[in-house]
């Protein structure tokens, strides 16, 4: 067998705890001296998922010092960052190249990635889309999700979940991110959250009242328990409200993935729930904007263009409800075309393992 070790950039929170309990021979470096050793005794540096080539650095190091074969899977690569508001010099972008070209392969998350890459000159060998790591969760935290389904009467496959997001997170709201305040930020996220949030909220209200499904409005990360407070839970009128639960605190992988396991389907302005949940073989409908890379797009590449809105173009906003309502109206042919997505990308999750093992 393989002998993983693991160079995280973050397992706080209970995260190291929840990967050994689910891979117990993993071996996670936390010291220099651990990724010194990782340095002589691994064959193959392996970068995961990513908004871009996150740990560009680091694999700069391996390469460097150890002059062994590396590859990249699943990334999303753009000349903008997915939390800048500008483009990225171009000489970062050409060191980012570099370290493609370098690669034994590097698996793209979205078709818009791969397509930019080859535009730019790339000369890598293996140059493909490879799904995000994340539809390959299978965290579950049973207990507690059928204690808060329990507790806000919430039924096996009678409800759908939203989930609320604003152009840029807030990470100055996070007290621990101790992160300055961004105006130019806040002043786009202001400016658009009514914009992006009108369809969600018009979508719930159907489904509530045409079809008698409840909907949890559920975070994906820590500023958005407040962002669904604020402009999806309580602008709902009195009849509605008594069927949607809005959940107050924030949740782990494990127990948001229990949940939405249970649920007919999700909808809202995020990308990793909908990921995990067609990882599970649940319907799941994604809007993006500009401001959130290319990633958005991976869906028309596992063939839910059906269930993609961009909310830059306005001709697309109209079709939200309709599809939305089609996840409570239809349930059994909306899985039937998250499995079928489901089975493409275990397809090529299957490829992207055949050309770690080539490495």
């Not at 064959?43 to 908004?51: I, K, N």
């Not at 990633?295 to 409800?321: S, T």
Request: charge should be neutral; aromatic fraction near 8%.
């Amino acid at each position: 067998g393989v002998e993983v070790r693991l160079w995280p950039s973050k397992v706080d929170n209970g995260v190291d705890e929840l990967l050994m309990a689910r891979f117990p021979k993993l071996k996670i470096l936390k010291s220099q001296a651990e990724i010194q050793t990782a340095f002589e005794e691994c064959d193959f540096l392996l970068h995961g998922s990513g908004p871009s080539l996150v740990a560009q650095r680091d694999v700069i190091r391996w390469s460097e010092a150890t002059g062994k074969p590396y590859g990249i899977g699943g990334i999303t690569f753009s000349t903008r960052g997915s939390t800048s508001t500008r483009d990225a010099a171009d000489e970062a972008v050409q060191a980012t190249l570099r370290v493609f070209n370098g690669a034994r392969f590097v698996f793209f998350r979205d078709s818009v990635s791969l397509a930019l890459a080859k535009s730019l000159g790339c000369t890598c060998p293996v140059m493909e889309f490879g799904p995000d790591g994340a539809f390959a969760t299978d965290l579950r935290e049973e207990e507690k999700a059928l204690a808060f389904l329990k507790e806000h009467g919430l039924e096996e496959g009678g409800f759908l979940c939203c989930i609320p997001r604003l152009r840029y997170t807030p990470y100055w709201v996070i007290p621990e991110k101790k992160a300055k305040p961004d105006p130019e930020k806040h002043a786009r996220n202001e400016a658009m959250k009514e914009h992006d949030h009108a369809q969600l909220r018009q979508a719930i209200i159907e489904v509530v009242r045409q079809t008698g499904m409840k909907v949890l409005v559920c975070p994906e990360d820590k500023t958005q328990m407040a962002v669904g407070k604020e402009m999806l839970y309580d602008p709902l009128p009195e009849d509605v409200k008594k069927r949607v639960a809005w959940r107050p605190g924030y949740w782990l992988t494990g127990e948001a993935l229990s949940t939405y396991a249970r649920s007919a389907g999700l909808f809202g302005n995020e990308m990793h729930s909908p990921i995990m949940c067609i990882g599970a073989g649940i319907p799941a409908i994604v809007c993006r904007w500009a401001e959130q890379t290319s990633k958005g797009f991976m869906w028309r590449d596992i063939g839910l263009d059906e269930w993609l809105f961009d909310l830059d173009d306005e001709a697309q906003l109209p079709g939200i409800v309709p599809a939305v309502l089609t996840l409570a109206k239809d349930p059994v042919a909306a899985k039937a075309k998250a499995a079928k997505a489901r089975a493409y990308v275990a397809q090529r999750q299957a490829r992207m393992m055949q050309a770690v093992g080539k490495g």
